[in-house]
């Protein structure tokens, strides 16, 4: 059982969605026997908003799925209505990015390249904080902030995500604030790299050019099956989501090249070295 909510309303999305395309029926049919706009209903079918566990139970009843199957579903659906604690921060947390965290709370995998700062997963309080400053000014900084740093639990835990980050050279170099708080988010990242479910890779400058330089991306994935994988991609005003198998197939493939051309592990930790003595 999946434990994030927003996880749960993208696969009761899917899974609706599914069941009426199997029962043949169309928007317009589906919407028009359960009382509700085929607005709404492709809303629905797109995770864009939740559905009620009763709601649930009249699709499933119209689509002929009783029993275990439906009463499971239903399950699913009353654990979408809970909040996750990215909730309790709305009032700093685009709507967009709240979707994002409430996908990452509840990954297996992540992968990710970053160009030019360091993951919001692996920052200090100090660097998140300026870069907070230099991105979105000084409004709710310290809400902000600790909203990043309570992302951060997902690195440790009794099922700690998987992560795999590719860091751009430049991110290690480029000073976005005072030489010690750079220093400590080197020494922060050297740390990190110790534990044994993070992967840290540098992509030198010497690598040259490479599949990701127009754009930097997540890519998460799930324990459960039944949860398809995600690519997440983000800019200043809103991120996106990509579901399709083909994109998620591009996006890994990606991955896998950037992580052939980076550094390995332990040439990256030396890498981090010499750039906090850049500073120092």
Not at 31 to 54: F, T, W
Not at 102 to 117: K, N, Q
Not at 232 to 249: I, K, P
């Amino acid at each position: 059982m999946t434990a994030s909510p927003t996880v749960r309303r993208r696969r009761i999305a899917r899974e609706l969605r599914q069941l009426r395309e199997r029962a043949g029926m169309t928007l317009d049919i589906a919407a028009r026997q359960l009382d509700m706009s085929k607005s709404n209903l492709s809303r629905i079918e797109n995770a864009q908003i939740g559905i009620k566990p009763r709601d649930v139970r009249a699709a499933l009843a119209l689509y002929q799925v009783t029993g275990s199957d439906a009463e499971a579903l239903i399950e699913i659906a009353r654990g979408a209505q809970q909040r996750g604690w990215w909730q309790h921060y709305s009032d700093v947390l685009p709507e967009w990015f709240e979707f994002y965290v409430g996908l990452e709370a509840e990954a297996a995998t992540l992968r990710t390249y970053e160009a030019e700062a360091v993951p919001g997963l692996l920052q200090t309080e100090a660097y998140a904080r300026e870069i907070y400053r230099l991105t979105a000014g000084e409004d709710d900084l310290d809400r902000k902030v600790a909203a990043r740093m309570r992302r951060q639990d997902v690195l440790r835990g009794e099922q700690p995500v998987e992560l795999s980050v590719v860091l751009n050279e430049a991110v290690l170099l480029r000073r976005v604030t005072d030489r010690a708080v750079m220093v400590g988010q080197l020494s922060h990242l050297e740390t990190v790299a110790q534990l044994p479910n993070v992967t840290i890779q540098v992509l030198p400058f010497d690598a040259g050019g490479h599949p990701a330089m127009n754009s930097p991306y997540v890519l998460l994935t799930f324990a459960d099956a039944a949860d398809a994988a995600v690519v997440y991609l983000e800019n200043l005003s809103t991120g996106l989501a990509l579901e399709e198998a083909a994109q998620v197939r591009s996006y890994s493939l990606v991955h896998e090249r950037l992580c052939h051309l980076a550094l390995d592990p332990t040439a990256s930790l030396v890498r981090l070295k010499e750039a906090s003595r850049h500073f120092t």
